[in-house]
């Protein structure tokens, strides 16, 4: 089992990825190997949001060439999450048939993406 640290590479910032902020959507370089819950579990533990979907995309690495040597670069992964910028409390029914609510406190955006 691999560590969030290892899991969430770096954010992955273009105009388009900082446009889809505004909708709760953040884009993160992620290792290869990893699964949508494994990237929702680090996303949720190192920023303390709530995720409430993942999308991924492989990408293959190009082959370049720097004079007469060529080789490929390494493959990468793109994990989009959109998060829950409206976190309610979740209230669910315990034993004995009372409503209980969760206090668990969600934030609403990450204020550590797009810092350089």
Request: hydrophobic share 30%.
């Amino acid at each position: 089992m691999k560590s969030p640290e290892e899991i969430i590479k770096r954010p992955y910032i273009t105009e388009k990825s900082n446009e889809e902020i505004a909708n709760g959507k953040y884009t993160f370089v992620v290792d290869v190997n990893a699964t949508k819950t494994d990237i929702k579990n680090a996303v949720e533990k190192l920023f303390q949001v709530k995720v409430v979907q993942v999308n991924t995309v492989n990408y293959e690495g190009k082959t370049k060439r720097m004079g007469v040597h060529v080789g490929p670069r390494p493959d990468w992964k793109k994990a989009i999450v959109k998060i829950d910028t409206d976190p309610k409390p979740e209230t669910y029914k315990v034993k004995g048939g009372k409503e209980t609510t969760s206090s668990k406190k969600y934030k609403t955006s990450i204020e550590e993406f797009g810092i350089s």
